[in-house]
């Protein structure tokens, strides 16, 4: 007789037991993936996020594992350093997600544009067999990466020149640029190619979703790898300062490139921003609604003024 | 400040001389893995090698099945194999679901390890990312699937290496409800700085401008209510088990910041020009309500705004991208107001 479903499940903690099968199961994994069965301990705590003590109770409940039948019997221990797993009695393929990481290799996925054929290959081999692709994500970001991930992770890796068409805040549409490649840098408002300019012979950023086109070229990157320096560094060298003055009752933007803030006996302060992009900083003044102004210098406030007419 | 405890399931005391469960859960995993063949329930419930064998044989039933749950809860799923034909009474054999348990080897190519393992690293550099216990767990499990792994791609970016021990309790416990599906009780300090407990069932989980997020049921207002992780003071028990329903898009909660405020909603339509991708639509409207190009090519955005005035400075901030308010007539009055102060601003 088919068994009746149980009508209610007890409240249970996740219990102490149910972590060290995690442990112990996590540790197995990780050794039988290495090719000699070892692994440092100190790297497999890191990767099993816990104490040194708790790998020797994961180490110790594994080194009890044994098959009567079979004979098979798991042998670890750990020599210096190391962790290592004798044997092929205990050797343990990598489990699959769970539903919780399968949901996050899904937003992964779709979040950076991969391959149709890469996805499905991913999605058979790892994703738990109860997740259904077609479902609605359950978890989700708001930082964009644009569709052309793969080509610029291909390019990155492959040390090769590219040409980007891209459009800057601004502009009305893209141009066309040819970049070296440095690197992909994620910040808390975007994420952005760290590149060189190959005309210009300078470095830039160039937020990923603004990019409209990338053809990786037949030629390598020549520009050397060189730090790329963070804005708030890059608008202090090179961006215009601009004074502003903000109403007593509203907080002082969380900008890049804000350096001396100042009170003022009314209760506003006044505060210098370094920006590269004037049109960026007249749509948040804009967009604070008469509460922010733009003090100086007298040609910003003066085009400030002539954009807002043009709405 | 927020009373930052662990989880009650992660206060690790000392270790404890035996743990018979862990011990019994683990070994059951070790024989059927190791079995040449399915193992019948008899010789499985008689074995006290294995932890069972107490003589009481519906007692050593109860606890293999519950044995089986655990490990399921883990990912590990034993099959039930009956011979063809075989009657209710016959006796059951037990094999490892393989094709449930374990990830397929073979099918992930070293190229698409490779691409993976630099999407994880790009998400697990986006700042207040709840996201870092999984990220990590695919990490490792996609270089695992590969038979041979170069070890460069073992190798974690600097930039996105952290001390593992460190990681936040919290958000580990929320993973685990969230993965097995399980109610869970909270203590949650809202932004007022009030004090509350609830018992939430977690249907998704998003990271927002540096901050992780959860959306999930509240029992408190029977609701769909969006929780900011750092403000959970302490997470408890597992609950109950629970559905997500079908419609739930985590999406939908990536708030906007008209949508701070209480009362009705108006339904704002916003345009933007052709010449805009797909991509930078989606990432000024992070995918909320509905954009679409008209016939003429240009993107039409219709979305729900609690806060005209808010809505109107949204629009505002991006408009050297070309973003227009089309109604209702408040929130074009409101953007026309919001520019009209502006200019007699810079007037005086």
Known sequence: MPRKPRKQQRNTALTLSDTRVDRAIRLLELLSSTEDSLVAANEAARQLACTDAQLDEAIELISALADRESGARAVIFRDHGDIVLAGDGAHLTPLRLSLGEGAVLAHVMGSLALDANVRDRLSRALLPLAHTGGDAPLVAGSTSFGTHYPALRRALEGHRRCRISYRSHGETAPRERVVDPLSIDVTGDGAYLLAQDVEKNAPRRYRLERIGRVEVLDEPARSAACAVPAVADSLRASGTAIELEIAPDKPIPAWSGIEQARPLADGSTRFTVRTSSLPWLYDHVLAAGGAMRIIAPADARDGLVSYARSL | MADRHAAEAYDDPEPMPVDETAQRLLNLLFVLNAAPRPLATE????????????????????????????????????????????????????????????????????????????????????????????????????????????????????????????????????????????????????????????????????????????????????????????????????????????????????????????????????????????????????????????????????????????????????????????????????????IERTVAAHAS
């Open chain 2, 43 to 338: 010789e499985i419930v008689s074995d006290s090698d294995l932890g069972y064998g107490s003589g009481n044989r519906a007692s050593d039933l109860r606890k293999f099945r519950r044995d089986r749950e655990k490990l399921e809860e883990r990912g590990v799923y034993i099959a039930e194999l009956k011979t063809p034909g075989s009657s209710e009474t016959e006796q059951s054999a037990w094999a490892l679901d393989r094709a449930r348990t374990f990830a397929a080897g073979g099918l992930v190519r070293e190229e698409d390890a490779r691409l993976l393992v630099a999407a994880i690293d790009a998400h697990l550099a986006v700042p207040g990312s709840p996201f870092e216990p999984p990220l990590r767990a695919i990490r490792t499990k996609a270089l695992e699937s590969l038979e041979a792994v170069e070890g460069e791609l073992s190798v974690e970016d600097e930039a996105t290496r952290r001390d593992g021990t460190a990681r936040d309790a919290i958000t580990d416990a929320l993973w685990t409800a969230f993965s097995l599906r399980r109610t869970i009780k909270m203590r949650y300090t809202d932004a007022a700085g009030k004090q509350s407990e609830r018992v939430i069932a977690v249907y998704g989980i998003f990271s927002h401008e540096s901050a992780g997020y959860i959306a999930a049921l509240d029992d408190a207002s029977g609701e769909v209510r969006t929780f900011r992780i750092d403000r959970i003071a302490r997470l408890g028990a597992l609950g109950s088990p629970y559905e997500i329903p079908d419609a739930f898009d985590a999406r939908a909660y990536l708030f906007l910041p008209f949508d701070l405020a209480s009362g009705p909603t108006a339904t704002a339509v916003f345009t933007l020009p052709a010449e805009r991708t797909e991509a930078e639509v989606q990432a000024i409207t992070y995918g909320r309500g509905r954009a679409q190009r008209e016939a003429d090519g240009t993107w039409s955005w219709t979305v729900e705004a609690r806060d005209v005035n808010a809505a109107a400075a949204f629009a505002l901030s991006h408009a050297h991208d070309g973003m227009r308010p089309q109604g209702p007539a408040p929130l074009v009055d409101a953007w026309r107001a919001h």
